[in-house]
T-cell receptor, first 110, second 112 residues
Framework: SQQGEEDPQALSIQEGENATMNCSYKTSINNLQWYRQNSGRGLVHLILIRSNEREKHSGRLRVTLDTSKKSSSLLITASRAADTASYFCGGGGSNYKLTFGKGTLLTVNP | DAGVIQSPRHEVTEMGQEVTLRCKPISGHNSLFWYRQTMMRGLELLIYFNNNVPIDDSGMPEDRFSAKMPNASFSTLKIQPSEPRDSAVYFC??????????FGSGTRLTVV
């Protein structure tokens, strides 16, 4: 399956700093998706990057995709306390199925 | 649209009882997914449907688990009989093709 594995498991930064999280996957994908989960809530879709794209931006988010290395990164710029959450990635294939890793727990300290 | 609606939000049941979790996907979405989340195992995909048809149930842990999608607007996940190790948060998600998932708020299941 197009499993996503996030790295690091935990990341703690100060408000205003940038946060970078990485994702690796195992098989060919059509797209790579990032999600955020606040404690006790469902996952929220952040951004999708297709396999023929190398970089994508959405507000303070920047996602890169390297299909040769089967990896992706999520950069959050100028982080805020409200960005504190777990972040998950999933690789989407032709069957639309996503499997996730255990996520990166980001803590942004005020 | 109200998003993906799951019920109940919380369920506490005794071991051996039947548990039914419910999900209403977003209207127009053609895929529906059931996930289970625990600290130990993370997010596990249990089963997914495409156009109401079960496509892959390889993640269903045991025969005690079953899922149905009788129509495009409703799905159930049933555990019978329930066991303490089934305690987890169960999420339902829906999508239209590969445009990203919308998750429900989850059902927190506790089996005592």
């Amino acid at each position: 399956s197009q499993q996503g594995e996030e790295d690091p498991q935990a990341l703690s930064i100060q408000e205003g700093e940038n946060a970078t999280m990485n994702c690796s996957y195992k098989t060919s994908i059509n797209n790579l998706q990032w999600y955020r989960q606040n404690s006790g809530r469902g996952l929220v879709h952040l951004i999708l990057i297709r396999s023929n794209e190398r970089e994508k931006h959405s507000g303070r988010l920047r996602v890169t995709l390297d299909t040769s290395k089967k990896s992706s990164s999520l950069l959050i710029t100028a982080s805020r306390a409200a960005d504190t959450a777990s972040y998950f990635c999933g690789g989407g294939g032709s069957n639309y199925k996503l499997t996730f890793g255990k996520g990166t727990l980001l803590t942004v300290n005020p | 649209d109200a998003g993906v609606i799951q019920s109940p939000r919380h369920e506490v049941t005794e071991m051996g009882q039947e548990v039914t979790l419910r999900c209403k996907p977003i209207s127009g979405h053609n895929s529906l997914f059931w996930y289970r989340q625990t600290m130990m195992r993370g997010l596990e995909l249990l089963i997914y449907f495409n156009n109401n048809v079960p496509i892959d149930d390889s993640g269903m842990p045991e025969d005690r688990f079953s899922a149905k999608m009788p129509n495009a607007s409703f799905s159930t996940l049933k555990i019978q009989p329930s066991e303490p190790r089934d305690s987890a948060v169960y999420f339902c998600a829906s999508s239209l093709m590969d445009f990203g998932y919308t998750f429900g708020s989850g059902t927190r299941l506790t089996v005592v």
